[in-house]
């Protein structure tokens, strides 16, 4: 039987991502990232476990990237500095013919891919690999037209910041890399995680002849056009009763508050915040979801929440409850709650990518702590084309790289997969979760909830599932 503390580390996840009844309308169409918030991975000390100098290891490099890749125009042939990075500690050298494993990044820079990913790491010295590791488009330091503002100035210029061009990318810097290293027979695998272990898939659908396998964790490829329930984000029930009981409470008593005569002022003096007080409760609602979704040992944040929250002295009311959570995450901050800071790059990148192509329908049940609210595609749509000028493609996905009837295409032609989930993480339930072939398998950490614990150290995920996923790893390496 699982330790009650156990059932605490993921409910959150599924119950704060998407609010019925926000304060602020806009922030009510935000679909939840799919990867680590640096933000939130900095609160928690040890939630990035590094390697010893794994900064060192690594050199950086440019690769002049073609704007698109998908016509003729001669504005297409336009250039941008992509920037990829490489570790050559564990590399056999091309004359031994040893493999290449590459790291797809995701809706966020690549920097600290290299500290993070302990797949790679674990499996470099035994396989004697090269690790690269290449950022996305329009993210971190690869970004076109020469300035963040430029690239996302309008639809025009952000029109080419996609999953298609993302993979295309990778695919002309794995060409570069082999042709410069002369590595002509070192096979590829490529690895990724959460949104970048879509892409590895994808990519190993799109690209076979460059990739000769692909780890995709946590990569829910099936959260598409209807193929999932929309409202399968939220199925688990297990917490802390005392917590769930004290979260729930707090969202009526917070409006209430709001509504009195100064009550946004006495909210704002009670939580500390540095922003407007209304906007307290999406901050909250993305405070729980963050520290749920990439919930990781050693600290466990939602523990650490929970803890907070079930800590309070005795007699403190609901919200005092809720500020302890807050200060037990958050620390001793000046700002408590909504430090000032401008709309992120990583942020705006994922609302376009949301708006445009990547349209995860999430919406909520009536067996929630929330009020119901099913996803509604015409709302959505008229916020993505008041924010960005565009409507979204919701049967894009699906179109391009498939989703329907998933086993019998993949069992036709599709090789060389493993798809690895925590079954605690409610992206899973758009995962593929069962094996579809002998060499398309799932491995599953039946108790895990961060969504890329299988991307890292051996010591975190556990001997037995760590053995189980990395052993996959040298499939018809050949």
């Known amino acids: 039987m699982e330790h009650p503390s156990s059932y605490k580390l993921c409910l959150l996840f599924y119950i704060f991502l998407t609010h019925a009844a926000l304060l602020t309308a806009t ?90 990913i302990g797949t790679l790491i674990d499996n470099a010295a035994s396989f004697n690999s090269l690790l690269v590791y290449l950022e996305h488009r329009y993210y971190g330091k690869s970004v076109p037209f020469g300035s963040r503002a430029e690239a996302y100035k309008n639809a025009s210029t952000i029109g080419y910041f996609n999953s298609a061009q993302a993979i295309a990318d990778y695919a002309a810097i794995i060409k570069h890399i082999k042709n410069k290293l002369h590595a002509k027979n070192s096979p590829v695998i490529v690895v990724g995680g959460s949104y970048g272990g879509m892409l590895a898939s994808w990519f190993r659908l799109k690209y076979p002849h460059l990739a000769v396998g692909a780890l995709a964790s946590s990569a829910p490829i099936l959260y598409f056009d209807n193929i999932t329930p929309q409202n399968g984000y939220y199925v688990v029930q297990e917490a802390s009763e005392t917590c769930y009981e004290t979260i729930l409470k707090s969202w009526s008593e917070i409006r209430r508050v709001a509504s009195e005569p100064n009550g946004l002022v006495t909210l704002s003096k009670r939580f500390n915040t540095c922003q407007h007080p209304y906007e307290l409760m999406e901050y909250l609602k993305w405070m729980y979801v963050d520290a749920a979704q990439y919930n990781q040992p050693p600290k466990y944040p939602v523990n650490v929440i929970c803890g907070g929250i079930d800590g309070a002295s005795h007699g403190s009311d609901i919200l005092s409850k809720i500020f302890a959570g807050v200060v037990a995450y958050r620390g001793n901050t000046t700002c408590k709650v909504n430090a000032p800071t401008n709309l992120s790059q990583t942020t705006l990148g994922w609302r376009w990518q949301t708006c445009s192509e990547m349209l995860i329908p999430i919406g909520i049940g009536n067996d929630t702590m929330f009020e119901s609210a099913p996803f509604n595609m015409k709302i959505f749509a008229q916020f993505c084309k008041q924010m960005f000028g565009v409507l979204p493609r919701p049967h894009w996905i699906t179109t391009y790289y498939g989703g329907h009837n998933i086993k019998l295409v993949l069992r036709r032609f599709g090789s060389n997969i493993i798809f690895s989930n925590g079954l605690k993480d409610p992206y ?42 990395h052993s996959y790893l040298s499939i018809n390496q050949e």
Do not use: M
Not at 37 to 48: G, M, Y
Not at 63 to 83: A, G, I, V
Not at 432 to 456: A, F, K, M, P, Q
């Open 27 to 116: 922030h009510t169409f935000t679909i939840p990232r799919l990867s680590p918030n640096p933000e939130w991975e900095s609160t928690l000390h040890n939630t990035v476990v590094a390697i010893d100098d794994a900064d060192k290891q690594v050199q950086t490099f440019y690769f002049k990237q073609t704007l698109d890749h998908f016509n003729y125009r001669p504005e297409s042939y336009t250039k941008f500095q992509q920037r990829y990075l490489i570790n050559f500690k564990y590399w056999g050298g091309a004359n031994s013919s040893a493999p290449i494993f590459v790291y797809f990044g995701a809706e966020a820079p690549i920097d600290n891919s290299p500290k993070s």
């Open 428 to 469: 899973s339930i758009g995962g593929v979760l069962d094996n579809i072939s002998e060499s398309i398998v799932v491995v599953h950490t039946v108790n895990g909830c961060y969504s890329r614990l299988s991307l890292r150290f051996t010591d975190i995920l556990g001997p037995v599932a760590s053995s189980k996923a």
